[in-house]
């Protein structure tokens, strides 16, 4: 059975503060570990990460993979109040049903 | 606007009615999957369709029926809806489900009372 595991669970830090949130996964048919923000409803989609070693970033947030050790971290610069939301990891297979199997999230919040 | 429309947004019902939650997308996408979403469970993936006429188990099927008669349509269908279905419900669209980002609906909040 595919698990993904994201830890800490949950997180709370000061405005301008870096955070690491962290993603294990077993996946069959491994393809492409993805990460979503979700604020009030709908997941909204990070990144999507396919090759190890290889960082990508968008402003103050940047992911990377390792495709050996199975994990991945997202990591957020300088936080602000707006990064508030849960965090969700997913692996991705590239076979069979093509599932995204989904981590619990990392609640993160960021106080003043 | 390329996006994934779920209806209703909120929904209360009672036992044993029989209930069907919409969702259309305009992308053309050729995956579609439904999830649930429960406090302490995460995520957890209902149904897909890797395309019309192509539907399968996901990983919590039990009390649900969908159908793919068009590429834009996955209803989710509750036939006899149960307390234990109250839950916030996703539809998502893919072009090629794992391989490529998946874009999700606003949500349906369902309460089964």
Known sequence: ?112 | EAQVTQNPRYLITVTGKKLTVTCSQNMNHEYMSWYRQDPGLGLRQIYYSMNVEVTDKGDVPEGYKVSRKEKRNFPLILESPSPNQTSLYFCASSFQGGTFEAFFGQGTRLTVV
């Open chain 1, 1 to 112: 059975e595919d698990k993904v595991v994201q830890s800490p669970l949950s997180l709370v830090v000061h405005e301008g503060d870096t955070v690491t949130l962290n993603c294990s996964y077993e996946v069959t048919n491994f393809r492409s570990l993805l990460w979503y923000k979700q604020e009030k409803k709908a997941p909204t989609f990070l990144f999507m990460l396919t090759s190890s070693g290889i960082e990508k970033k968008s402003g103050r947030l940047s992911s990377i993979l390792d495709k050996k050790e199975l994990f991945s971290i997202l990591n957020i610069t300088a936080t602000q109040t707006g990064d508030s939301a849960v965090y969700l990891c997913a692996g991705g297979s590239g076979a069979g049903s093509y599932q995204l199997t989904f981590g619990k999230g990392t609640k993160l919040s960021v106080i003043p």
